[in-house]
């Protein structure tokens, strides 16, 4: 082993296409990308490997930056004893997802930071997540870890090949009691329920304890459970939870949007940062219950959340980035998003500062506790309740939107947290289609001309046919093929937009990509791999060699129940049985992996629930207001996975059989089939609605 660190070679990540990489060239350490470079130069040396692995929205990835590796003592030890190599987790979610798991496997906790030790091959032989340069927090110093482990290395090799041995035999034993036995789609259905409803916090709605995380696959779960079994409490329970997530601080209650997760029970105070990924499913969910339960509040989020999107995430040319982090300085923990009495006071007059502290809480379970004088804003009270005794009691709805109107000014004013503008495909695809379906729902072309844009930016500079999508999409192109996930979201996103324009190209596209999918992602029991050995360009190093697949929730949808989505859309889409087919056998071995994972099974009982559904197709005929109140009734309805046509649609859209065009003249009216089953024309939009929410045609005579 080398005695003398090399220079500091930072400059190394001034030109990383990843945010989060450029922030790390100025720290005082010898930062490799991933790549072959740094497992060469650890061969070559005899050295270990630091992996960090991390994103530019994550709190602790940005304290152990600014803290720990900004440490003279932590940079020396690496730079004498270790390569360390720096990954960005939005860039590269192959690496992140074997070495969570390997670390995992050893520790029983994951996250971000995650820290990892690897041999020169690649193994994991030591990990954790966060570690401040000095013992303290009840955790150890990295100075100290770091010591520790150089000298475990040079003097104890037999150790770290235990621990290597030791991770990789856990590894196993998880794959082979996953391998074992079998579960139907009926088993996994009923237990997928069972554990959702017995993980319901009764109190605050949502799922499990503190931390506590949306899951948003969960609620979609509960409202198709309510229809399908015409089970009351699953109605109650999704509902409850959707809108104790909207009044909580969770959701922006000024800008909109929601951040990743609350820390405490009761929504008051989140983890600050706010995820693509989790807006673009939590906007679905919320599109699904303002259609189940006709909610204004949730039509309320459903609106604040596209213009938090647009407004922070949107890219001028088409597409969204991937995140806005939690903090605005070194040190800051939610500055931007909290308020104190007195910025609250500055902003506002004297009654609209009473009714604010009063509606949103102030002073109470929102208080953040570095810092008591700050809080997070949540809905304490009704606007009714807190106007109470002021003089804005006559209109207290029009009150508070004075008071949101100038809170937003007023954070207008101050440094903003820095968005990640990265355009990834996975991200983008689910975009995509929650636009689509919250612009047909709330009759906004302009959201579903923002998924167009979105579909037609990756298709035009970043899809070929024989390869897919490529995961990142930048001024050059696209960059990164083979991706599981890329492929099924953007397929996803691609036909919720097809059905809300009816348009035959974005459709024929999302065919292609699962037809690709199909083809080149199979693995072991015909499950989906999350990279592709023919497509993947990327470089097979370390735990890279070993197959990944994808199946649980995380807690958005997993990608093997996303393509098994897909499939089945496509059936309801194009009448073509076979899609329907390969997702039941995809869902079969899904259900064998997944069928003790309780919540984080959510999707996969969703598609099982869904393959057994037939699809339902309203064709409203005509053209003029009576049919404008037709399309805007069926459109606004819960049908999962249903499609809305004004007038036929083009192929390779298929109707049922027995559904023609109507001639010249003929009046408006509204064709419903359900599978094969067609209801009698439809001119009344509540005989619609009361027809789509029965989720049935008539029984005859």
Not at 289 to 313: K, Y
Request: glycine fraction near 10%; aromatic fraction near 8%.
């Amino acid at each position: 082993m080398e005695d003398t660190p090399p220079t500091p070679r930072a400059h190394r990540l001034e030109r990383a296409s990843s945010s989060y990489l450029r922030a790390a060239a100025e720290q005082p350490i010898d930062w490799h990308p991933w790549g072959p470079e740094p497992f060469e130069l650890a061969k070559r040396t005899g050295r270990p490997i630091l992996l960090d692995v991390g994103a530019s929205w994550c709190h602790w990835c940005h304290v152990m930056d600014e803290g720990t590796y900004a440490d003279a003592e932590v940079a020396r030890l690496l730079g004498q004893h270790f390569i360390a190599v720096k990954v960005d987790r939005d860039e590269n979610p192959e690496v992140d997802r074997r070495y969570q798991r390997q670390v995992g496997a050893l520790t029983g906790e994951g996250g971000w930071p995650l820290t990892a030790f690897l041999t020169p091959d690649g193994d994991v032989f030591l990990g954790g997540t966060y570690f401040p340069p000095t013992d303290g927090h009840g955790r150890p110093g990295f100075r100290r870890v770091l010591s520790e482990v150089a000298r475990l290395w040079t003097e104890e090799p037999e150790r770290i090949r235990e621990n290597s041995q030791a991770i990789q035999g856990a590894l196993e034993r998880m794959r082979s009691a996953r391998a074992h036995g079998s579960r139907t789609l009926e088993t996994l259905l009923g237990a997928v329920i069972a554990q959702v409803h017995s993980s319901y916090d009764p109190v605050n709605g949502g799922f499990g304890m503190a931390p506590k995380f949306p899951h948003p696959t969960a609620v979609a779960l509960l409202l198709w459970d309510a229809a399908a079994n015409h089970r009351g409490s699953s109605d109650d329970r999704a509902r409850e939870t959707l809108l104790r997530m909207a009044d909580g601080g969770m959701y922006d209650q000024v800008g909109g949007g929601f951040h990743r997760y609350s820390v405490d029970e009761g929504w008051h105070i989140p983890h600050f940062e706010k995820m693509g990924v989790d807006n673009a499913a939590l906007l679905a969910a919320y599109v699904d219950g303002a259609q189940r339960f006709a909610d204004p509040r949730l039509e309320e989020v459903v609106r604040g959340t596209v213009d938090w999107i647009r407004a922070v995430l949107g890219d001028p040319a088409g597409g969204f980035g991937s995140s806005q982090d939690a903090d605005n300085a070194p040190g800051d923990d939610g500055g931007y998003f909290t308020w104190s009495r007195s910025e609250l006071k500055a902003a506002l007059d004297g009654d609209e500062f009473r009714f604010a502290t009063r509606f949103f809480g102030v002073g109470t379970d929102g208080r953040m506790p570095h810092d008591p004088e700050r809080s997070v804003l949540f809905r304490a009270l009704s606007t009714a309740e807190a106007a109470e005794g002021t003089a804005l009691a006559r209109d207290p709805n029009a009150a508070l939107e004075r008071v949101l109107a100038r809170l937003r000014a007023a954070r207008g004013q101050r440094p903003a947290p820095a968005v990640d503008r990265a355009l990834y495909a996975d991200i983008n695809g689910r975009f995509l289609g929650a636009f689509a379906r919250a612009g047909r729902f709330l009759g906004d072309a302009t959201i579903v001309a923002d998924a167009r844009r979105t579909a037609d930016r990756f298709l035009r500079h970043a899809y070929a046919p024989e390869r897919g999508v490529a995961h990142r999409l930048d001024a050059d192109g696209g960059h990164g093929y083979g991706h599981l996930e890329d492929q099924v979201a953007l397929a996803g996103g691609l036909l919720e937009l097809a059905a809300a324009l009816a348009e035959p190209t974005y459709l024929a596209t999302a065919v292609e990509l699962l037809g690709l999918v199909d083809r080149e992602f199979r693995g072991e029991d015909g499950l989906l791999r999350d990279l592709a050995p023919r497509l993947y360009d990327g470089p097979a190093l370390g735990a890279l060699s070993e197959p990944s697949y994808p199946l649980e929730d995380s807690p958005h949808l997993s990608a093997n129940s996303a393509a098994a989505l897909a499939f089945l859309r496509v059936a309801g889409l194009t009448h073509q049985d076979e899609w329907r087919t390969k997702a039941v056998h995809l869902l079969g071995p899904v259900a064998t992996r997944v069928g003790h994972s309780g919540l984080f099974a959510a999707g996969a009982a969703l598609a099982a629930g869904l393959s057994r559904a037939e699809p339902v197709t309203v064709i409203v005929e005509g053209t003029g207001p009576e049919a404008d109140r037709l399309l805007v009734a069926a459109r606004r309805a819960w049908v999962p996975l249903g499609a809305v046509f004004a007038g036929h649609p083009p192929a390779p859209f298929s109707l049922p059989g027995d559904v023609f065009p109507a001639g010249t003249g003929t009046p408006v009216r509204a064709l419903v089939c359900f599978g094969t089953a067609c209801a009698p024309p439809i001119t009344d939009p509540t005989a619609l609605r009361a027809l789509l929410a029965r989720g049935a045609p008539p029984a005859a005579g």
